[in-house]
């Protein structure tokens, strides 16, 4: 790949880069779509490291606050996609540690209560409930997350 190839990849991965907050792991699949050469790929990923396009962190705390925000993941959830993004761990459970537990419940309360409503008068108390619970796994929060949910309160009588 000659230097104008070089140059024109690098403008493309700032683009991708400065359009929403991506992964190491992103930026890596894209480019070698472009690229094989091991020494390019580093080259341009440090290049892109040092002109702060490309954080991890950031990514990080940017991916937390949108599924959390947007999505309601619970941390369980969050923490398989940035697995997959193939964050570090300790990244991973320093920035999840910070989440707000208010807004997180909240989230989970909402998500119940949601699901809730959408269940049958007709099943059992018993079956609604398991239901709720397997919805909420399904969105990543585990049984110490809701311990505290009255889920009684949840069907009307």
């Known amino acids: 790949m000659g230097l104008r190839g070089l140059n024109d ?3 493309k991965l700032e683009r991708y880069c400065a359009y929403q907050e ?4 992103e930026v890596d699949k894209k480019l070698r779509a472009y690229t094989n050469n091991e020494k ?3 080259e341009l990923i440090k290049g892109l490291f040092s002109n702060n396009f490309l954080n ?9 606050e949108g599924k959390i925000n947007q999505k309601r993941w619970g941390k369980q959830k969050i923490r398989s996609g940035l697995i997959s993004h193939r964050v570090r761990p300790e990244l991973i459970d320093q920035k999840l540690s910070e989440v707000s537990l208010l807004i997180y419940q909240e989230n989970l309360l ?3 209560q949601k699901k809730a ?5 007709k099943a059992s108390e018993f079956e ?6 397997r919805f909420l796994y399904s969105k990543g929060y585990t ?3 809701w311990e505290g949910l009255d889920f009684k309160n949840l069907f009307p009588s």
């Open 56 to 64: 991890e962190e950031r990514f990080v705390v940017a991916y937390i």
């Open 117 to 121: 409503k959408t269940l049958s008068d």
């Open 22 to 25: 991506r992964s190491v792991f």
């Open 9 to 11: 990849l690098r403008l």
């Open 143 to 145: 049984s110490k997350d």
């Open 110 to 112: 909402k998500l119940a």
């Open 128 to 133: 609604n409930t398991t239901k709720v619970m």
């Open 40 to 42: 390019t790929i580093a």
